[in-house]
């Protein structure tokens, strides 16, 4: 693997960790448990999703959406309320070694007579779970916003970000209480005695909002399933790039399963520095999935952290000095590289309920899919980025038939599209050249 991933795979795997929550003297309860990031060594900080707060929310879930309301303090939570952190031992330090040979076996919840050779992997198991205190509840407003401009706020039209919970066995109030804790993150404080790691300091450096282009290379680490098995789930890694950006609201298309939120997204340049959180998933619209995960860029919640801190905590105030700090955009480059002609060409294609993308190959003729725009003669609504949200109504003036090889429709447009370059056709290829799965139509 290149140089550029090992970077970020060391300062991923060495940050990551998982956060549990359960209530004090009721193990019939259950827990919750999350993806987080180690921003401290010593004193241990930690930053994880706010979702496994809802329970225990002394208001509700109502308190994350009631107007103004950006950050709540650690006392907003129930006395019960008993945090966890765990995560995998440094790099090969003789404090390491040693611990890892001391804990070479499966955590109770993995082990047993019919676990096989998984039971006891050889490779770096991790550490106990420490203590830890609920320092902060924050947010990024101005995710908040983007996502309610873009998504539709509390009640997305069409719209689910879900959790690992089928949908059919989550109740309506646990689906409020998701949507609202979207965008809600937590810090947390390893309790005195029980260090993040060896050494003091920031574990990471953040990469300021919009330092990594579009298309940049990202890699994601998380724990799926969070605290369950974390033997062989802990720190899993995803390889993707920076899908599209919102502000702070950001998409890739690294694959993250529930149990992953909060957890890091790392990029390759500035190396091994820390872009954003995973804020979801997973996401359906209309019932179909989109293979994106949700995040929120980590620096503009680092202030917020750092001025919440101060207000809300001033016994906790020289906190501030230990968050990691923010790295410089590579020199010579803006801060975000101008959108290319090919991007502008894509535009958004909805026939009824069904929904794909499409390419601008005229200033009045788009080409997608036929299962996205399946009838001829069909009225379809097309949607560019150039002007922003421009809408164009068109007709199928041919697509070709179920049986056929070829999945092609072609719509007519009723108004020229204004602004948006044409792409000219390739003359040649080579295998190999372009492979997007799923591209519908794009």
């Not at 706010?50 to 103004?68: D, H, K, Q, V, W």
């Not at 804990?103 to 006891?120: K, N, W």
């Not at 390893?190 to 990594?212: F, H, I, N, Q, S």
């Not at 905590?313 to 020289?318: E, F, N, V």
């Amino acid at each position: 693997m290149g140089r550029q991933w090992g970077s970020a795979m060391k300062a991923a795997e060495e940050a990551g960790c998982v956060v549990s929550a359960s209530r004090a003297g009721e193990p019939e309860a259950g827990s919750w448990s999350c993806s987080g990031v180690i921003l401290s060594r010593s004193p241990g900080l930690v930053l994880c999703h706010g979702g496994i707060f809802t329970p225990f929310l002394r208001a509700g879930s109502g308190a994350l959406t009631a107007a103004g309301t950006v950050c709540l303090p650690g006392d907003s939570c129930g006395d019960d309320l008993r945090l966890h952190v765990q995560w995998g031992p440094t790099v090969a330090s003789p404090a390491g070694r040693a611990e890892r040979d001391r804990l070479g076996v499966c955590t109770p919840q993995c082990a047993g007579p019919d676990s096989g050779p998984l039971a006891q992997p050889r490779g770096r198991p991790p550490l106990p779970p420490r203590s830890a205190e609920l320092l902060l509840l924050l947010s990024c407003p101005a995710f908040r916003a983007h996502f309610t401009r873009l998504f539709g706020g509390e009640a997305p039209e069409q719209w689910r970000f879900a959790s690992g919970a089928p949908e059919d066995e989550m109740s309506e109030e646990e689906e409020e209480d998701q949507l609202r804790a979207l965008g809600w993150f937590a810090l947390l404080r390893v309790l005195p005695g029980e260090t993040a790691a060896k050494g003091r300091g920031a574990a990471v450096a953040v990469a300021p909002l919009g330092a990594v282009p579009k298309g940049a290379p990202l890699l994601a680490c998380g724990s799926p399933f969070g605290a369950f098995c974390p033997d062989i789930f802990l720190n899993t890694l995803s390889r993707g790039v920076l899908s599209n950006a919102a502000g702070p609201l950001l998409l890739t298309d690294a694959r993250c399963l529930p149990g992953t939120e909060g957890g890091g997204v790392f990029a390759t340049r500035p190396a091994g520095a820390l872009v954003a959180l995973v804020a979801a998933p997973l996401c359906w619209k209309a019932r179909e999935w989109v293979g994106l995960t949700l995040l929120c860029a980590a620096a503009p919640l680092l202030r917020v952290a750092r001025a919440a801190l101060g207000s809300l905590c001033p016994a906790s105030a020289a906190l501030t000095a230990l968050l990691p700090p923010e790295v410089g955009a590579p020199q010579g480059l803006p801060l975000r590289d101008p959108e290319p002609p090919w991007a502008a060409a894509a535009v958004l294609v909805e026939c009824g309920t069904v929904w794909g993308s499409g390419v601008a190959v005229a200033p009045r003729l788009v080409v997608t899919c036929r299962h996205v725009t399946p009838r001829e003669a069909a009225r379809v609504l097309v949607r560019t980025a150039a002007p922003k949200s421009a809408k164009i109504w068109g007709h199928v003036v041919f697509a070709t038939r179920e049986t056929s090889p070829y999945d092609v429709a072609v719509v007519s447009l009723e108004e020229a599209l204004d602004g948006v370059p044409i792409p000219e056709p390739a003359e040649y290829f080579h295998e190999g050249d372009f492979f997007i799965p799923g591209g519908d139509g794009c």
